[in-house]
C-alpha cells in the first residue's frame, strides 16, 4: 500500500465510503469517551448533556463536513488541505497541535486501559503501561496495513 503524505490521493486508490465510515463509527467507543460522559450527566443532567451534545455535534459536523467534502473531491489529506488553508507557518500550528492532542488522547486511554486491568489482574502497573503501549501500536502499525 503507497502512502499520499504530500500528493493527493489518485481516484482508483481511494477507499470507498463504506470503509470510511467503518473507521470512524468506532471512534466514539472509547473508555476515556465513557468517562467524561458519565462525569457530565452527573454535572450537568441529562437534558442539558444532551444539548451540549447536539450543538457541539453540529460544530463538529459543520467544520469536518466541510473539510470531508473537499478532500473526497481533491483526493487531499489533512496535511495538504491544512497547508493550503493556514500557510506554512499556520499549518505547522495546526498539525502541532492535532498531533498532541493525539498524544494525549492515547496516553489517557493506556493510563484507563493500564488501570483497569491493573486492578483485575494486580500485575505491575508500569509492565502493563508496557504491555498496552505494544498492543496499542502493534495494532496501529500492522492493522493499518
Known amino acids: 500500500m503507497r ?9 482508483q486508490q481511494r477507499r470507498s465510503l463504506l470503509s470510511i465510515m467503518v473507521i470512524w463509527f468506532a471512534s466514539p ?9 458519565a462525569m457530565l450527566v452527573m454535572t450537568m443532567g441529562f437534558v442539558n448533556l444532551c444539548y451540549a451534545l447536539v450543538i457541539s455535534s453540529l460544530m463538529q459536523l459543520t467544520y469536518a463536513g466541510i473539510l470531508g467534502l473537499i478532500g473526497a473531491k481533491t ?10 488553508t493556514f500557510g506554512p507557518f499556520g499549518y505547522r500550528l495546526v498539525t502541532a497541535l492535532v ?7 492515547v496516553a489517557v486511554e493506556v ?3 493500564a488501570q483497569n486491568m491493573h486492578q483485575s489482574l494486580h500485575l505491575s502497573y508500569s509492565f502493563l503501561v508496557i504491555l498496552v503501549i505494544l498492543f496499542v501500536y502493534g495494532v496501529t502499525f500492522f492493522g493499518i496495513r
Open 3 to 11: 502512502e499520499f503524505e504530500l500528493t493527493p490521493v489518485p481516484p
Open 75 to 84: 483526493g487531499k489529506n489533512f496535511a495538504l488541505l491544512a497547508k493550503e
Open 29 to 37: 467507543l472509547i473508555a476515556s469517551a465513557s468517562l467524561v460522559g
Open 99 to 105: 498531533a498532541l492532542t493525539l498524544l494525549c488522547w
Open 111 to 113: 493510563a484507563i486501559m
